[in-house]
């Protein structure tokens, strides 16, 4: 195998050559200043980002792993987790950590209820959690860790979980049930009263991921939106996740968990890092400031979820709650019209089961809502009669995987977006995957295959 080889360096270099060389680097990665990226990025504005950067850059060689040398990051801790349980209204008894991000609390979450269960449930041998088929997949990858197996169960067609499925599911090795609030994929709220009744009834924990929404939640109840019940307010919610580094507008990476009672703790063991950025944001913007941002937000979301159905032929997913949704099409192939925006600059994720298109609009969105309908608009204009892709053919499907096999990824991706006939060019940090690749991806219906296809492409990606 032909491999690109580094060594490590003799000599040190200079401070203003590392600087360079990471300039270079961040300027081949996609722009997000203009708006243009939805996800991944959450930014407060200059203003506010400037202290919590100074505040980041404070702490960024002591170490949380000793809090009685560092008692100040001990402190920053405490005081982020207690004002995110004062926002999800957890009582007196609270406990929580701050992690470095959602993933790594709802692991924590999972593994304190595994032990949680070996304690008070012993007849458990086979530890079981009960998730919506839309939770996100940091649940799967916490109980792949923890050895609990992960059943799904149904969403209706509001795309909220069954209650009356998840109550059918519950054994006796259930130890948890889970909600999100709002989930990823569409943005809405699973019904979290009904299922606190479901875990209180059945002696279960019950963990709401509020990754998404937990710093926005909130702020839109402040604004008078009616938002149903999805944090400690509801009696048999146990643990909830938070993310800071999301709609808290902290740096990456800062989330919270946290446990109605410290009880619960204690099976959490181990004590997370975490990073003061968290409480600075919190600290900087202020409750006001969230709902003044999170008010700009959802004026964009409104602008654009009437814009995207004023298209004809696009439809938004279920109701989305907040400023999280996914929108599709039966008349147009939707991953084409995600690589047509993105060949102006526009980039979206790309969901599938329905193939759709996902957005999270957050704050450096803001403002750009004319100028992100007319791209759409372009975009759909540009994919208007081709039909829809009908990939099922075994063929295109085993060359996609034999090629992911051989190939760099760099020629990888330029060949399968060729099967579209759109131009993708990575170097440029054009981040479209290719309409046709996805397509392939949706239509295999064998999941091992794809996950092997997964594999290969994220081996290559992560190799020199
Ligand atoms: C609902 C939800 N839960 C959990 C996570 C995982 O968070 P992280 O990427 O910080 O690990 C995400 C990430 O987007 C999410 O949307």
Redo the contacts with the bound molecule.
Sequence with gaps: MNRHKIGFPTAGITGDAVLARLRELKSGDVPWRNGRMF?YIYHPGDREAKVIEQAYHMFCNENALNPSLFSSLRKLENETVAMVADLLHAGEDYAGNMT???????LVAVKTARDWARKNKPHVMEPEIIAPVT????FSKACALTGVRVRYAPTGDDKRVDVAEVEKMINRNTILITA?????PYGVIDPVEEMGVTALDNNLLFHV?????GLMLPFLEDLGYQIPLFDFRVKGVTSI?A?V??YGYAP??A?VILYRNSELRKHQYFVMSSWPGGLYALKTIGRDGYARMADAVMKTTEAMKSGIEAIPGLKIIAEPVMS?FAFTSEKHDIYRIGDELAKRGWNLDKLQFPSALHM?VSYHNTGHEDEFLAALKNAVAAVEGHKIQEVSSHVLISIVRTMSKLLPVKWFRKLTSGFTGSVNNPEKGTATTGAAAYGMMVAIDNRENVDEIMLNVLDKLYSL
């Design positions: 996800g470095t991000g959602g993933s790594e609390s709802i939770i996100h997949p940091a999100s609030a709002p989930c990823f991921d509020c990754c998404m929404g996740s993310d580094h999301k990456k990476g989330s999280v999270t």
